[in-house]
């Protein structure tokens, strides 16, 4: 069974080191820099690899204790989400598997920050409707919250635990706007 741990990012993203620096350094890690948000990443991984399974993360992510990277990994057979906030899946942080993946025939291809986010529910549900085992949530008390800070240039909602953090960059109407013309420089999505 082959399995990696999957980094979404884009080209110049000043959040990819320390993501990438906070991860098992024993565990295979594989950064896609994809123009399509996450489900461009996920699709990418989907059609360009074989692996069987994968943890998926954003660059936003930074982790602080390695155990549940290592009980995800290991636990062959079964999809994980990270959080369950605002669904199954939120950011569509989690453990993947090919066999689910292509049951529910691929990843849609997200054109801009809109798509994405109404993929992080349309998707992630079609995904865990196909999944023949309930999908294990590892922190469901991982949830949005008014913890706000600057960091990379941007205001981001902080969202953590013990276990890790995630910055987020658009978690209203307004800031989905931002992000779309923020995006548009930084990465020439």
């Known amino acids: 069974m082959s399995t990696a741990v999957v980094i979404g990012s884009y080209v110049g993203s000043a959040w990819l080191a320390e ?9 295979p890690t594989i950064v896609v820099c994809d123009p399509h948000y996450e489900c461009g990443t996920i699709g990418w991984v989907h059609r360009n690899t074989t692996l069987d399974e994968f943890l998926f993360l ?12 290592y009980e995800t ?38 054109r801009d ?21 309930p999908v294990r949530v590892l922190f469901p008390d991982l949830r949005d919250g008014a913890h706000f800070e600057v960091k990379n240039g941007r205001e981001n909602m902080v969202v953590g635990n013990e276990h890790l953090t995630k910055w987020k960059g658009a978690w209203s109407v307004t800031t989905v706007e931002s992000c779309e013309v923020r995006d548009k420089l930084l990465s020439g999505r």
């Open 19 to 27: 993501c990438v620096a906070s991860l098992p350094s024993n565990i």
């Open 58 to 69: 954003p660059d936003t992510v930074v982790v602080k204790r390695h155990e549940w990277i």
């Open 73 to 110: 990994i290991q636990a062959f057979g079964v999809s994980i989400a990270v959080n369950a906030d605002p669904c199954v899946y939120g950011s569509f942080m989690g453990k993947y598997r090919r066999t689910i993946l292509d049951k529910i025939g691929g990843v849609p291809i997200t």
């Open 113 to 133: 920050k809109f798509d994405a986010v109404q993929a992080e529910t349309a998707f992630t549900k079609r995904y865990c409707a196909a999944e023949t085992n």
